[in-house]
Every structure is written in C-alpha cells, then in structure tokens.
C-alpha cells in the first residue's frame, strides 16, 4: 500500500520516517517530497508497504499523532492519473 503523509517537520529524515513505520510491519521504501529550486523538504512524504494489514495498523495509529513537533496526517495515498 502506498501511504501519503503530511504535516512533517522539515527537519525529518528518510531513513528517521521509515524506522517510525518499520514498527508497524515491513517498509519497501519512504520518499520525502522535495522543493525542486530550494532541495528542502514540502512537509510531505509517501511510504510504501508490501502488506496492506500493516499499513492500515500504522495509519491508524500515527494518524493523528504528535512526531517532531507536528500532528501527522496519515492515509492511504490515492493512484496518480
């Protein structure tokens, strides 16, 4: 499944997001959206896990939860057209 997630700390890293997530099942990758003139993080990212049942437990439980400051925004990303 692939997660959207918003309203992070610009200071968060890849490699700190996917270890937040690795306690709810396996991650495949975490991709932080970046400003394409600045190279700094937008305060979004998009994470995909292999098992559907464990990203739905991991956005239920960070949905809504306080990380690094900022209440994260947790869901299952929507297909790009």
């Known amino acids: 499944m692939n ?3 918003g309203n992070l700390n610009y200071r968060v ?3 700190n997001l996917k270890r ?3 306690e709810y099942g396996a991650v495949d990758s975490v ?3 970046k400003d ?3 190279g700094r993080s937008k305060g979004f990212a998009f994470a995909e896990m ?4 464990e990203a739905r437990n991991a ?6 939860s306080e990380w690094e400051g ?4 947790m869901k299952e990303a929507m297909p790009r057209n």
């Open 70 to 73: 900022r209440r994260l925004i």
């Open 3 to 5: 997660i959207y997630i």
């Open 36 to 38: 394409r003139d600045t």
């Open 31 to 33: 991709r932080i959206i």
């Open 50 to 53: 292999p098992d559907d049942n």
């Open 13 to 15: 890293r890849e490699e």
């Open 59 to 64: 956005i239920s439980s960070l949905n809504e």
């Open 20 to 22: 937040v997530l690795e």
